[in-house]
């Protein structure tokens, strides 16, 4: 079951990643990162059935900072929007040399 | 968990496996934000199923409870807050070079997982120990003992951390007036 929950896992992180890279949409890019964080968590309650339940109190701590980034990550999405009239990620490119 | 399970377990295991990896798939291949939050949910109830077959009920609840519901309300609320969905948002994918980008990023990273997989894993406790820890003390006691013993500072030094979030969210958040200072 090990086996076959990191495979799971490896495939997931992978979707979030090929997402993060291919999406504009910064709402979006930010739902593929809750994806990434997601397939983390099912490795880590995986690997707690061969090393014990230390790894389920590491999934509660992501998903207490997972709440936190999507709280402070969305007002930042909303504050650039005000300020942008826009969430695509092209258009917000002050920082690009 | 016991270590020789009934086939009807495994199999249940990989249905949901693939579930969150055909959802996970329509997820970042959907053009509207809201289909794509919803098929993001599916992936998420499917990780909770997933996280019950292997003795973590508590964490499959907090799952549910936490990631299914809040945090994907709050990207929901977001969303129709921002009123997304016109043509000019919606239309939002890369150029075929990110694409290509992107697919060798992710086959490089995919083999590179699927080959540390392969490594052995030498079991600290042993098979159907955390089942029959279960069996006795209930679901949350497990993680309830490390959280309160070895991870107290971490417990505490995260309840900071929230505060932190929510005073920042406000502060992002508030629209400024022409009354405000500075």
Known sequence: MLAEALFFSAVLFTIGVVGVL????????FMCV?????????????FSQVYGAGGQVFVFFVMTVAAAEAAVGLAIIIALFRHR???????????KG | MEPNLPLFYTFN??????VAIVAALLFVTRKSPVAAAMWLVITMFALAAMYVMLDAQFIGAIQVLVYAGAIMVVFLFV???LNLGHPSEIADARGRAWRLVAGAVGVAMLAQILALRRTHVQPRIPPGYLARQIEYTGVIAPVAGPLFNEYLLAFEVTSVLL????????VLGRRRTATDAG
């Open chain 1, 34 to 46: 809750e994806l990434m964080l997601n397939a983390v968590n099912l490795t880590f309650v995986a």
């Open chain 1, 85 to 95: 009239q826009t969430v695509n990620l092209q258009n917000v490119n002050l920082l």
């Open chain 1, 22 to 29: 291919t999406r504009r949409n910064a709402i979006i890019v």
């Open chain 2, 13 to 18: 295991f990989y249905v949901f496996g693939i």
């Open chain 2, 79 to 81: 969303i129709m807050l």
């Open chain 2, 163 to 170: 505060l932190a979030a929510v005073v920042g969210a406000v």
